[in-house]
């Protein structure tokens, strides 16, 4: 490519193909999520956890006696090593982000693991651990009798989950475990066509989830809702936020131009669950200021297509289950990191590095000056 002709850059690579794949498909114009031939909506609501895992890695879904197998090596797996326990309690005394104990923790599943099914097992026990420690509370045993869904609550608070929850949690792990080439993903991908390990791609991709344009915020657009507070305030406070210049979190996405099809998911799935066990005014506040937002920004931006994202519900469900914000990311990493295994192992049945070209935009024909006969840099 020739000095600073671009005709050829693509910034954050917009447009590029970059790899093919039978995992998903994102279809932003349809708003439609397909996972491995099978619609986001129907996947969420059927399968479990570990069904979806094996789709993805398999490309079909298991057998009762392949299911059986999968899930006796992920429960077999589940118990951290004595060093990434004590490296959990080290980022606990220095109150570290729990992504960042994520990020540091699952560096160290290479101690017992590089197996796919041990790395997925270890990262709600990680999350779990470090969260409990962070709180001043020891860590719970994991037990070999729940699925994954129900182990991760039961090791957050050590009382065993109802029904609606476990339900509520595997739909939403099933509603997030991939989404087509995204930043992190394709952080996985990369490492891996290196020829890396598995291990260390998902370090890269917890790296990358960490950043707040990635990440989302979930977080956000909950604590919206709760300021509002009533629904007669929505309007209102909508109006001045939009007016303001500020985003309303929880609408917009880079790819879907219209409704997130995860939206509709996890709505679905938190009506379910606040309806059967949990506070039904929150529920119905949080669909009255969608609504409203809606109407709003049609009116102030049309054509916009400023649609309902993933983050919405996410932050609805997740807080109906009992989790506090700062774990919603890491959560969305447990589900994730089976979307990024999927990747990782596709990049590797045919590999070829990943290496694109830069554009250089900087001088030329510099010639080199002698520390003596420099002149200091003047102050702007």
């Not at 160290?108 to 709600?124: E, F, K, R, W, Y």
């Not at 210049?245 to 131009?257: I, N, S, T």
């Not at 309902?308 to 990493?333: D, I, K």
Request: glycine share 8%; aromatic share 6%.
């Amino acid at each position: 490519m020739a000095p600073h002709d671009r005709s050829m850059v693509s910034a954050g690579l917009e447009g590029i193909v970059a790899a093919s794949t039978r995992l998903s498909l994102v279809d932003g114009e349809r708003g439609e999520l397909i996972i491995a031939g099978y619609s986001v909506g129907e996947l969420a609501e059927h399968a479990t956890f570990e069904e979806t895992t094996w789709l993805l890695w398999h490309g079909d879904l298991p057998s009762s006696a392949q299911l059986e197998a999968f899930r006796s090596e992920l429960t077999a797996a589940r118990v951290l090593s004595p060093a990434t326990a004590a490296l959990l309690r080290e980022c606990a005394q220095a109150r570290l982000d729990p992504m960042d104990a994520l990020r540091a923790a699952a560096g160290t599943i290479s101690l017992q693991t590089n197996a796919a099914a041990g790395i997925v097992a270890c990262m709600p026990t990680i999350v779990a651990t470090y969260w409990r420690l962070r709180n001043g509370q020891e860590p719970i045993t994991p037990r070999r009798d729940l699925g994954h869904a129900a182990s991760f609550l039961y090791l957050l608070n050590g009382q065993m989950p109802d029904l609606e929850q476990v339900r509520g949690l595997e739909t939403y792990l099933n509603t997030v475990v991939d989404h087509g080439l995204n930043a992190s993903t394709f952080t996985a991908r990369v490492i891996t066509s290196t020829g890396s390990d598995l291990v260390s791609a998902v370090v890269g991709a917890i790296g990358a989830l960490k950043g707040p344009l990635h990440g989302g915020a979930p977080g956000p657009a909950l604590d919206m809702v709760f300021e509002i507070g009533d629904a007669s305030r929505a309007e209102a406070f909508l109006r001045k936020k939009i007016e303001a210049g500020e985003k309303l979190m929880g609408f917009g996405h880079r790819v879907y131009k219209v409704r997130d099809p995860r939206a509709d998911v996890l709505a679905k799935a938190a009506e379910r669950m606040y309806t059967r066990a949990g506070d039904m005014s929150l529920y119905t506040l949080a669909r009255t200021v969608e609504t409203t937002a809606l109407q709003l920004l049609e009116e102030y931006k049309p054509g916009r297509r400023l649609q309902t994202n993933v983050e919405f519900y996410t932050a609805l469900l997740l807080h109906g289950l009992g989790l506090e914000v700062p774990l919603f990311t890491p959560t969305f990493a447990i589900s994730r990191v089976s979307g990024w295994i999927a990747h990782a192992l596709e990049q590797q049945r045919a590999n070829r590095i990943i290496r694109p070209q830069s554009e250089y935009v900087g001088p030329l024909a510099r010639r080199w000056v002698p520390l003596a006969e420099r002149s200091n840099p003047v102050s702007v």
